[in-house]
């Protein structure tokens, strides 16, 4: 028999419930006005001659490149190329980041070993290393995908760690007293004590990731975003510039939406275990 776990609210926390989902649709609404105004004074601007057209573009340039990219087959194939490659780095250095700041957690000896290449190799301007990564991985993908996943790896490590080693340690203690081992306290305390702060630093893995792509892209590319971006500054096309920085906007937005989504199910799922 299926059993069902129903809450009955008082009238006072149901309205204090509808007040927390109209504050969050105000707050929608305001970022969507701001956007559509912020659009508008720029088509203004630039129709009224006040913002040179050919420096800042403007949304209906834009959109006009936009379709003409969409009409030669190259828009969505540019960006297949670099949200391919974003989403590539993001996974593989998302993931290696936890699991290496697992390891470091359950090792102090090995944490304490770490923590001065950590910082060192975090505090390395990732650029320098562009000609190293493509005498290693090739001119290619391999080369870009190598780039972001050097960006992003280290914050993931040492943030993640940094989250789990800030968990409540009478916690810990308690689980040890009871006779847990690291294995267990780690699934039943830790993880689930870092659960947010782990879904902040995939929303900064996002933007990490972009950046990661976009620098390999400028290094060593036939296609893709960060492609059509130098392209662009080269024949002086602004158009195509301020085009391309829009759609890797657009996309980075649409990823950050859905861990956003990914943030809303662990939080009902963390309330349901509380209730």
């Known amino acids: 028999m299926k059993n069902t776990h129903t809450v009955d609210y008082s009238k006072e926390h149901k309205i204090y419930l509808r007040n927390e989902k109209n504050k969050k649709l105000l707050v929608y609404f305001a970022q969507i006005v701001i956007l559509i105004l912020l659009f508008a004074l720029w088509e203004i601007l630039t129709k009224h001659n006040i913002l040179d057209v050919f420096f800042f573009s403007s ?8 379709t003409s990219l969409y009409k030669n087959g190259e828009l969505f194939y540019h960006m297949k190329i670099t949200l391919e490659e974003t989403l590539i780095a993001f996974i593989l250095a998302t993931g290696m980041g936890f699991i290496i700041a697992f390891v470091l957690w359950l090792s102090e000896y090995t944490r304490k070993i770490s923590e001065p290449y950590l910082v060192v190799l975090n505090s ?10 493509i005498i290693w991985m090739g001119a290619g993908k391999n080369a870009i995908i190598t780039m972001a996943i050097l960006i992003v790896i280290i914050v993931t490590i040492m943030s993640v760690l940094n989250s789990f080693l800030s968990c409540d340690k009478d916690m810990i203690l308690l689980c040890k007293s009871l006779g847990a081992n690291k294995l267990q306290t780690f699934f039943k305390v830790v993880l689930p004590n870092s659960l947010p702060d782990i879904v902040t630093i995939f929303k900064i893995n996002i933007g990490l990731s972009w950046i990661g ?8 590319s036939r296609a893709g975003l960060g492609y059509l971006l130098i392209y662009g500054s080269q024949v002086f096309n602004l158009d195509l510039v301020i085009t391309s920085t829009f759609l890797l906007c657009t996309l980075a937005s649409i990823m950050y939406f859905a861990v956003s989504l990914f943030e809303k199910f662990v939080n009902s799922q963390r309330t349901q275990i509380r209730s």
Not at 59 to 66: G, H, N, S
């Open 59 to 66: 949304p209906t340039r834009v959109l006009k490149t936009i």
């Open 213 to 220: 792509a976009i620098m390999g892209e400028y290094l060593v």
């Open 124 to 133: 390395l301007p990732k650029v320098a290393l562009g000609p190293i990564i």
